[in-house]
């Protein structure tokens, strides 16, 4: 069930990321190295801007079988990269976007939301443990700014509540 669950998310907020690279960190002898992989993802509600984030993907007999536990090391970067549309109304701390980064319970999370008293949108990736958290982190912030002769949206007339 926990599977079933885990698995569910990514679907719900985003697509799934798009791979830019990956660079080896530490060779294995006949299994897969360990790596860094580099991904890229679009907000699905808010139209103009990108996120990259850096994730470590083991490698050796674990990994190529897909039963390894990642570490959550993550590191986030997001930009506008064209004319912001905000679609819909947000929560503060709004999933956009979950990776499951262990068989049962580990996963990864980028949430939103934005700081009302600059105009800016707030990004957060953080990977959670069922049982023990996690306190890696990292924050990306992205200015809502004009694109060409296009008024940019208020971020704070679409947050809830």
Not at 90 to 114: A, T, Y
Request: negative net charge; charged residues 25%; proline residues 6%.
């Amino acid at each position: 069930m926990a599977l079933c669950i885990q698995g569910t998310g990514a679907a719900l907020s985003a697509e799934d990321p798009d791979l830019i690279f990956k660079k080896s960190t530490v060779w294995k002898f006949l299994t897969p190295d360990h790596k860094l992989a580099t991904y890229a993802i679009d907000d699905p509600i808010v139209e103009g801007v990108a996120c990259h984030f850096t994730v470590p993907e083991k490698g050796g007999v674990s990994g190529w079988l897909g039963v390894a536990e990642e570490v959550s090391d993550i590191s986030l970067a997001c930009r506008q990269v064209g004319p912001v549309t905000i679609k819909e109304n947000f929560e503060q701390g709004e999933e956009m976007f979950r990776q499951r980064r262990s068989l049962l319970f580990k996963k990864m999370q980028i949430v939103r939301g934005c700081d009302t008293k600059r105009n800016v949108l707030v990004y957060l990736i953080y990977s959670d443990k069922l049982i023990e958290g996690s306190p890696k982190n990292s924050t990306s912030t992205v200015p809502i700014m004009p694109w060409g002769d296009e008024t940019p949206p208020k971020c704070e007339e679409f947050v809830k509540g």
